[in-house]
Every structure is written in C-alpha cells, then in structure tokens.
C-alpha cells in the first residue's frame, strides 16, 4: 500500500502566499515523476507542474512565474511554492506520484486533496 499525504492549503488573500506539500509513505522501491494537479468546481483535473527524481520540472503556462515545485527525494516529499495567488488559483490540489512497487511495476497514487482558496 502506498499513500499521498497533502497538506498546507487554506485561505488566502489574492497577492499571498501558501506552501503546499506531499508525502509518500507505504512500501516501495522508488519514485519516478511526481506532480500537482488542481480541480476547480465544475472544471477538469489539470496539470499544474511535475517533478522527475532528478529535478526537472514542467509547469502549466498559467503559473509559471509564480509557482515552483521541488522535491526531496530522502524524504520522499514534493513542494508546491505559490506565490501571487490568484482568485483564479482556487481549487482542490491534488498529489501524483508514479511509484515503483516490487513485483507490480509502475503505479499512479493519488493523494486526497488539499483546498486552496483565495479570495479577491
């Protein structure tokens, strides 16, 4: 069993700042890719930006700028970094990780979420 733990959203004013973070814990041998992703009310899950084990990052073009993602590989753990938050920023974020597992291969793991508001 492997899990995603988000934490560090809440309500922020338009121009703030908030911090958000994953980790993975349960059994496995490694962790390739690991990302955010966000889902407004009515809206798709869309990608927010990704991190591979060795640092590269992608970002959605709209947050580019603004947000950064990191990645401590001994700890198993990303960061979201989000500055300048928009009212348009607001949604559930969510944890994705592609995770190793002995014997089964790659598995997609899914955290359950992390609410970020910011109000105008």
């Known amino acids: 069993q492997v899990q995603l733990v988000e934490s560090g959203g809440g309500l922020v004013q338009a121009g703030g700042s908030l911090r958000l973070s994953c980790a993975a814990s349960?059994?496995?041998?490694?962790?390739?890719?690991m990302g955010w992703y966000r889902q407004a009310p009515g809206k798709q899950r869309d990608l927010v930006a990704t991190?591979?084990?060795?640092?590269?990052?992608n970002y959605q073009d709209s947050v580019k700028g603004r947000f950064t993602i990191s990645r401590d590989n001994a700890k198993n753990t990303i960061y979201l970094q989000m500055n300048s938050l928009k009212p348009d920023d607001t949604a559930d974020y969510y944890c994705?990780?592609?995770?190793?597992?002995?014997?089964?291969?790659?598995?997609?793991?899914w955290g359950q979420g992390t609410l970020v508001t910011v109000s105008s």
């Open positions: 991190i591979t084990r060795s640092g590269s990052t």
């Open positions: 349960g059994s496995f041998v490694s962790i390739a890719v």
């Open positions: 994705n990780a592609a995770v190793l597992r002995r014997g089964y291969g790659y598995l997609e793991v």
